[in-house]
């Protein structure tokens, strides 16, 4: 049999007083109650990594930078993600596409789907996000959690917290179903194609 299924929430932001934090905590305390995946925290912060400056493409060579391979070795470790992902110039943060730029078979034929918050809910650095993992052949999942200016405002200047917005469980609720599922399956399918070519 097994073992549970292992998601990491890699947070694609890291200057000081983000916002991340507050989606991130919100989600964590949900995603924690469930049996059916393990979840943790993969915070860029804790990879700080210099502008990518390495021989060639990860897809050729490894990375010889000691943090970008402990980096890599942490996404290898997990078998679906959630990426927490604000919105930079309608695009993702440039610490996250340079940690992107230094993995590749770490993220192949597993799943993937994101938190996102902006003024338009950072749907379209989502959507970018959505093109770079295609070429690190993630597939990346319908169901998401948006989170809008209104939330922001209120969290950011009225003292509120994610908690005064109940509806987001709902969307939080399926996306977590869809990526355990997801997740699940990939690695199945992944550890029944490392049988066959054994
Ligand atoms: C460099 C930069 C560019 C930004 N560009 C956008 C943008 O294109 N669209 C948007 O909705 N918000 C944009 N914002 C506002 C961010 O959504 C907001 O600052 C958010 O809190 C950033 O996430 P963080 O706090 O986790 O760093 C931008 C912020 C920064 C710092």
Redesign the pocket.
């Known amino acids: 049999m097994l073992d549970t299924p292992r998601i990491g929430v890699i947070v694609?932001?890291?200057?000081e007083?983000?916002?991340?934090?507050a989606p991130l905590d919100w989600l964590m305390a949900i995603a924690r109650k469930r049996t059916d995946a393990r979840f943790e925290t993969v915070d860029l912060r804790d990879y700080p990594m210099p502008f990518f400056e390495e021989q060639g493409s990860p897809f050729y060579v490894p990375p010889a930078n000691e943090v970008a391979k402990a980096w890599g070795e942490k996404i290898a470790s997990l078998d679906g993600y959630i990426f927490?992902t604000?919105?930079?110039?309608?695009?993702i943060?440039g610490v996250l596409k340079n940690a992107l730029d230094y993995v590749y078979a770490e993220f192949n034929r597993k799943p993937a789907t994101f938190l996102s918050?902006?003024?338009?809910g950072?749907t379209?650095?989502v959507e970018h996000l959505r093109h770079i993992l295609a070429e690190l052949q993630v597939a990346s999942l319908k169901w998401n959690v948006t989170v809008g200016?209104t939330e922001?405002l209120g969290i950011?200047r009225e003292g509120k917290t994610m908690a005064d917005y109940p509806y987001l469980v709902e969307s939080a609720d399926k996306m977590l179903d869809d990526l355990v599922w997801w997740t699940a399956t990939l690695r199945d399918g992944r550890q029944g194609q490392a049988r066959i070519a054994a």
């Open positions: 694609g932001t890291t200057r007083n983000r916002f991340a934090d927490i604000a919105e930079y110039n309608h695009s943060s918050y902006g003024g338009a950072g379209r650095a200016m922001m950011m």
